[in-house]
């Protein structure tokens, strides 16, 4: 299977998990040493990110694919992806056009991130 392939799949795998909060699903995509610099600029790791998904104030209700680029190299891919995100935080919706940044690295026991960033799209 070409690299795309394999990361197209998991970046599927990782955007269902998100929408259904499956922190075990997320804790095997997400490499232990994960450095994901968040929306308001905070370097967030792999605890933070499944502890987030474990707050009940927080809720991705949509994550609808707009455009997706991966970059692979010998071990790793790139992928810049944009998506059109709604998500409930306590208690409010917010909505937007996120454009994410993940390193994906291939370990002898699987794909995982290691990297990554997001932001809002502005038109």
Do not use: C
């Not at 967030?44 to 809720?59: R, V």
């Not at 991705?60 to 790139?78: C, S």
Request: charged share 30%.
């Amino acid at each position: 299977m070409k690299i795309d392939d394999v990361i197209t799949e998991l970046e599927e795998r990782l955007r269902v998990a998100q929408l259904n909060s499956n922190v075990d699903e997320l804790a095997l995509l997400l490499d232990d040493n994960l450095m994901f610099s968040a929306i308001n600029g905070e370097i967030i790791g792999k605890k933070d990110d499944i502890n987030l998904h474990k707050s009940p104030g927080f809720e991705i209700t949509k994550m609808d694919l707009i455009d997706r680029k991966i970059q692979p190299f010998e071990g790793v891919a790139v992928v810049n992806t944009l998506m059109h995100v709604t998500a409930k935080i306590d208690g409010n919706i917010q909505s937007d056009k996120l454009r994410y940044i993940r390193v994906w690295h291939e370990f002898s026991d699987g794909w995982r991130i290691i990297a990554g960033s997001m932001h809002i799209e502005v038109a």
